[in-house]
């Protein structure tokens, strides 16, 4: 079976999702042009322009960069495209930032030959009907839409909640999301944000940082109030103090995939603030 790789673009974005749909993931055309627009994306087409694999690299403003939407359809696995999709990824950005990859159970050992290493996990919640545990408003916070002039701060907020900071990315993903909420204290300061975007199948709950667990669970409150539908939730396994929270809310637990990094021992530096993470595709 005759292949070759390319880079993917626009025009390509119908064979993703053709390809995405082929192995039972969810991506959509707006999840799909956030990954190009904020990154690029490589793949191998056969004889008659079908795409049948795919890996995307997202590089962030400084040290980091995320693998994800990483597939081989079914009928062309084992002819190591997976790894030459990856390896072209890797080699599309300086080669001093590191990698970051959340991995399916299928892909791990691959990554292992490639030189990732495990160095933490994330717990994937589902929600078919979320229950409000009615939170208040505390004292000193307040929740409010995200205004273009909060940008840079937003930024800011998040750069040290991940570890790195993705100001394209987020500029995209704000534009792609249903709400975008900012939690500011008193004096007007952004404390923490949430995010939701609207997928085909679940309303995805993230990023999200915040200060503690009460304005933690308050943003997903407020993100999940009227939405009718099913959620999902992607948690950093150390959040030990947010799942209960979430269970007493109708999610529950269903997988604890690996995060694995190269160039790196462990995760980025982060400062204890981050309770979810955008998605297993952009960390």
């Not at 190591?80 to 080699?91: D, R, S």
Request: charged share 25%; net charge neutral; with cysteine.
């Amino acid at each position: 079976m005759k292949v070759k790789i390319a880079e993917l673009n626009q025009y390509d974005i119908p064979g993703l999702i053709d390809l995405s749909a082929s192995v039972g993931w969810d991506y959509d055309e707006y999840e799909v042009r956030t990954l190009l627009e904020s990154g690029r994306v490589f793949g191998h087409k056969n004889a008659a322009g079908r795409i049948v694999s795919s890996s995307a690299i997202i590089p962030y403003d400084t040290k980091l960069a995320s693998i994800g939407m990483v597939i081989v359809h079914e009928e062309f696995r084992g002819l190591g495209l997976a790894m030459e999709a990856v390896q072209k990824c890797a080699e599309s950005i300086n080669g001093d930032m590191s990698l970051m990859l959340i991995a399916t159970k299928e892909g791990k050992s691959l990554y292992e030959k490639m030189g990732f290493k495990t160095v933490d996990f994330i717990s994937k919640f589902l929600c078919d009907d979320f229950i409000p545990v009615h939170l208040q408003d505390h004292d000193g916070v307040f929740i409010e839409d995200f205004n273009q002039s909060d940008f840079a701060k937003l930024v800011n907020l998040d750069g040290a909640a991940f570890g790195d900071k993705r100001s394209v990315f987020l500029r995209n993903r704000i534009s792609q999301s249903k709400q975008c909420l900012v939690v500011k204290n008193n004096n007007g300061e952004i404390i923490g944000y949430g995010l939701s975007i609207q997928g085909p199948v679940n309303l995805i709950l993230g990023p999200i940082a915040a200060p503690d667990l009460d304005t933690a669970a308050l943003i997903v409150e407020k993100l999940a109030l009227h939405h009718k539908g099913k959620l999902r939730i992607d948690v950093p396994v150390g959040r030990k103090d947010f799942m209960p929270y979430l269970e007493r809310s109708g999610f529950v637990k269903t997988n604890t995939p690996p995060v694995m990094m190269k160039n790196s021992a462990a995760m980025p530096q982060r400062n204890n603030t981050l309770y979810a993470i955008a998605s297993q595709a952009f960390g």
